[in-house]
């Protein structure tokens, strides 16, 4: 996947101010993103920091003064070391700590040799190949099972294409009754639900009955791994029992 020149107001809804932080984020996560959060970084809320001296972006937002980076700094992997150490000295001249949320392998390990760093583990990450995906579905009954209670109750799942589903009006009223069924509010960074005005380079499978839309996927790139991150799943109140995973399902064949 390479940047295209189409402009960015297309599928990107921001201020003017933000487009050229924007664009150039999403330069350097298409040609060095490897951790499966380093799309989610061009989502509302996101603050970039852009590397003097290489070419290398930090999403994070700031919180009783500490930095939280949204997974790793993206660069190239031989600048890692260099960036990381370049990032945390800028902090530190704002008065400022860090903290990298969700980072993974390749920062770990670096900060493990380096020393002078607290870990804390939160989980794993889940990790499939959708080649398994048909033996995972001819295993798995219960999986089925739900699928098929989707079908039968007329749900249909097609791709949409990002100018489609660019703040349409279905999937934003889907959103909004999702929201509307949690007992708290969003927590936004790394679980940024208001994505439908940046699904650039992303794909969106759109779960419909009887043509009203009952769901959505949204899937943002890792692109360095060949992959997607599957970001966020909604569903109406009133979507079928089912609608997530043959949403799912459908991702996976694609």
């Known amino acids: ?45 996101i603050e970039h920091w852009f590397s003097a001296h290489a ?7 700031t919180a009783a003064r500490v930095r939280v980076v949204a997974g790793a700094p993206v660069c190239a992997f031989e600048n890692l070391g260099a960036v990381v150490a370049e990032f945390e000295a800028d902090a530190r001249a704002a008065g400022a700590a860090v903290c ?15 020393g002078g760093y607290s870990r ?37 799942v097609a791709e949409w294409s990002s100018e489609r589903a660019h703040n349409h009006p279905a999937l934003r009223s889907c959103l909004s009754a999702w929201l509307a069924t949690k007992n708290l509010p969003p927590l936004h960074f790394l679980v940024e639900p208001n994505t439908l005005a940046r699904l650039r380079d992303r794909r969106i499978f ?17 692109v360095q791994r060949a992959g997607f991150l ?13 609608t997530i995973p043959l949403l799912i399902d459908t991702a996976m064949r694609a």
């Open 1 to 45: 996947m390479q940047p295209d020149s189409a402009p960015l107001h297309s599928s990107f809804d921001a201020a003017p101010a933000e487009f050229a932080s924007l664009a150039r984020a999403r330069e350097l996560i298409l040609r060095y993103g490897w951790n499966s959060t380093a799309y989610q970084i061009v989502n509302p809320g």
């Open 55 to 61: 070419e290398a972006v930090v999403g994070y937002q």
């Open 100 to 114: 990298y949320f969700c980072a993974e392998s390749r920062l770990e390990n670096l900060c493990r040799a380096a």
């Open 120 to 156: 804390v583990l939160l989980g794993a990450q889940p990790v499939w190949n959708p080649q398994n995906w048909r033996r995972i579905y001819d295993e798995s009954k219960s999986l089925r099972y739900r699928i098929n209670r989707a079908r039968h109750k007329n749900v249909c």
């Open 206 to 222: 759109v779960a419909e009955r009887d043509n009203e839309v009952v769901g959505f996927l949204i899937l943002s790139p890792v």
């Open 230 to 242: 599957f970001e966020q799943f909604v569903h109406c109140p009133q979507a079928p029992n089912g």
